[in-house]
């Protein structure tokens, strides 16, 4: 993990404490991708006193070490990632949505495949157990094909996801923006689909999670993340050229790459009973992919206890 630096964040690692739950350090992570950019502009709203250290990871599975044993206050992470992790015990909660859509099917521009049917037998890149990951099983469910015997999976982080599809490491690749942006526009790559969300998992996302214990020990910093976070998110829906001009200085892409991927992504905060339903519909998806158990109360792994008040504090409600 890494400090980020571009929008004038510090590498303190110091935490908030106790002591004065709304000052000191809090130290959040996050990605460098398009649904993830609220926590580059937390500072804009975080009370005087507080810092915001921004810690960028590389997946999950480290946002959640870091979480877990006190590396990070706030982690910024997907949806399926959180569930699994909670539902093996480690303590955290997820205490709002962040974002959704981003996911693109990608085969080579000069590939022969037209449907996800073609792809039987083939290899695909995926990071395991993310949005991108159990949407395209389920394609290739809706596709009449077994993703557990059809398709030749390779585990490929995020990151590296765009060269493993341009050095035919893969043939396809389910895949996050900016990827997919870059992708269509170097001439690398071609959709497969246009319409990812349909399946019944929908469009799972991002969220931001906190640790059972500063639920519980420091409710009056989980209500000032929450309500920071809420704020962050109705300031960024008016000000998208900004986010654009940001992000493209940011992670060194030209702002036509940024303005596609931006426009396939939806950035929220709230989380209401239609999205938890489709949260309880996600957890059969995950059963079957063999990354939960069977029977695992999906809605343990959320606390929205602050979200009212964020709600009130924002303004607006998305």
Same mark, same amino acid.
């Not at 590396?71 to 949806?79: K, L, P, Q, R, T």
């Not at 500063?214 to 960024?236: D, E, G, N, S, Y």
């Given at each position: 993990?890494? &400090?980020?630096?571009?929008?004038?964040?510090?590498?303190?690692?110091?935490?908030?404490?106790?002591?004065?739950?709304?000052?000191?350090?809090?130290?959040?992570?996050?990605?460098?991708?398009?649904?993830?950019?609220?926590?580059?502009?937390?500072?804009?709203?975080?009370?005087?006193?507080?810092?915001?250290?921004?810690?960028?990871?590389?997946?999950?599975?480290?946002?959640?070490?870091?979480?877990?044993?006190?590396?990070?206050?706030?982690?910024?992470?997907?949806?399926?990632?959180?569930?699994?992790?909670?539902?093996?015990?480690?303590?955290? $909660?997820?205490?709002?949505?962040?974002?959704?859509?981003?996911?693109?099917?990608?085969?080579?521009?000069?590939?022969?495949?037209?449907?996800? &049917?073609?792809?039987?037998?083939?290899?695909?890149?995926?990071?395991?157990?993310?949005?991108?990951?159990?949407?395209?099983?389920?394609?290739?469910?809706?596709?009449?094909?077994?993703?557990?015997?059809?398709?030749?999976?390779?585990?490929?982080?995020?990151?590296?996801?765009?060269?493993?599809?341009?050095?035919?490491?893969?043939?396809?690749?389910?895949?996050?923006?900016?990827?997919?942006?870059?992708?269509?526009?170097?001439?690398?790559?071609?959709?497969?689909?246009?319409?990812?969300?349909?399946?019944?998992?929908?469009?799972?996302?991002?969220?931001?999670?906190?640790?059972?214990?500063?639920?519980?020990?420091?409710?009056?910093?989980? $209500?000032?993340?929450?309500?920071?976070?809420?704020?962050?998110?109705?300031?960024?829906?008016?000000?998208?050229?900004?986010?654009?001009?940001?992000?493209?200085?940011?992670?060194?892409?030209?702002?036509?790459?940024?303005?596609?991927? #931006?426009?396939?992504?939806?950035?929220?905060?709230?989380?209401?009973?239609?999205? #938890?339903?489709?949260?309880?519909?996600?957890?059969?998806?995950?059963?079957?992919?063999?990354?939960?158990?069977?029977?695992?109360?999906?809605?343990?792994?959320?606390?929205?206890?602050?979200?009212?008040? &964020?709600?009130?504090?924002?303004?607006?409600?998305?």
């Amino acid at each position: 993990m890494a &400090a980020a630096g571009i929008l004038g964040m510090g590498a303190e690692r110091s935490h908030a404490t106790p002591a004065d739950d709304l000052t000191g350090t809090l130290n959040v992570s996050t990605f460098k991708q398009t649904s993830y950019l609220t926590a580059y502009y937390l500072q804009r709203f975080a009370p005087a006193g507080l810092k915001i250290n921004l810690i960028e990871t590389t997946s999950n599975t480290d946002a959640i070490d870091a979480l877990v044993t006190g590396s990070i206050d706030v982690g910024y992470m997907g949806v399926i990632a959180c569930i699994i992790a909670a539902s093996r015990g480690r303590p955290l $909660q997820a205490v709002a949505s962040v974002a959704s859509r981003t996911t693109r099917v990608m085969v080579r521009a000069d590939s022969p495949y037209k449907t996800i &049917a073609d792809l039987k037998g083939k290899t695909v890149g995926i990071a395991k157990a993310t949005n991108q990951d159990i949407i395209f099983r389920e394609l290739v469910r809706e596709a009449g094909l077994d993703p557990k015997k059809d398709i030749d999976f390779i585990l490929v982080p995020t990151p590296s996801q765009v060269a493993a599809l341009a050095d035919h490491t893969v043939e396809a690749v389910s895949t996050s923006e900016p990827n997919g942006s870059i992708l269509l526009l170097s001439g690398i790559g071609r959709e497969l689909v246009k319409h990812v969300n349909h399946t019944r998992v929908g469009n799972p996302g991002i969220l931001v999670a906190l640790t059972a214990d500063l639920i519980a020990k420091r409710p009056a910093l989980a $209500q000032m993340f929450v309500t920071m976070h809420a704020k962050t998110t109705i300031w960024m829906l008016h000000n998208t050229e900004q986010l654009i001009t940001d992000f493209a200085k940011m992670a060194r892409l030209k702002e036509d790459v940024v303005r596609l991927a #931006m426009s396939n992504t939806a950035h929220h905060y709230n989380i209401n009973d239609t999205y #938890m339903h489709n949260i309880t519909e996600l957890s059969d998806s995950l059963v079957d992919a063999n990354y939960l158990a069977a029977g695992y109360d999906v809605r343990k792994a959320f606390d929205l206890q602050f979200l009212p008040a &964020a709600r009130k504090a924002a303004g607006e409600v998305v």
